[in-house]
């Protein structure tokens, strides 16, 4: 997937949230394969366990098998057809997650070789808040960002100043 770019600038936005809110003895159940920011997290001490592949869709159990106090899943959810039900598994008390939005001038991604690399659901930040208190989470702290590409073009001009990623902490309403 980083073959030929690496998105440094949403890397250290996501770092520097992730900080501010949990700490370096909180244990993590990162969703998704191990990735080049799971391997970041590491670097920086956090402890981070990532799921093994498994389709989330259909088998939730890597949800609940062990307890962790928080649960990150950075640009995992487009790619779920069912999000609500991996909400509703989560054990975690605590939750860190990351979305690329909705943008008007760009249609949802499609990787036409790679059928993981596809997004279902594109979110607008009110979609994904109100996915979030539905499942029983209640946002604490949220962020949009920018992610400008080095190239020309309307789309590249757009994306300078146009929210491409939204990122939340949020807790598990008892």
């Not at 088998?59 to 779920?80: C, G, M, P, R």
Request: aromatic content about 14%.
């Amino acid at each position: 997937m980083y073959e030929k770019t690496f998105p440094n600038k949403r890397f250290k936005h996501t770092l520097e949230f992730l900080q501010k809110h949990i700490t370096t003895s909180e244990s993590i159940l990162d969703l998704g394969v191990e990735n080049p920011f799971s391997t970041i997290m590491k670097e920086n001490g956090y402890t981070v366990t990532n799921t093994k592949g498994e389709d989330l869709d259909i088998d939730q159990s890597a949800l609940s098998q062990n307890k962790y106090q928080v649960t990150t899943a950075f640009e995992i959810f487009e790619h779920l057809l069912n999000p609500y039900t991996v909400l509703q598994h989560i054990q975690s008390d605590k939750l860190v997650l990351s979305i690329p939005m909705r943008l008007w001038f760009s249609p949802a991604y499609r990787s036409k070789t790679d059928m993981w690399d596809r997004h279902y659901h594109e979110f607008e930040d009110w979609q994904l808040d109100w996915l979030l208190e539905k499942a029983g989470w209640k946002i604490l702290d949220r962020q949009k960002f920018t992610n400008p590409v080095k190239q020309f073009g309307i789309r590249p001009l757009l994306r300078r100043f146009t929210p491409r990623y939204y990122i939340v902490y949020a807790e598990k309403v008892k």
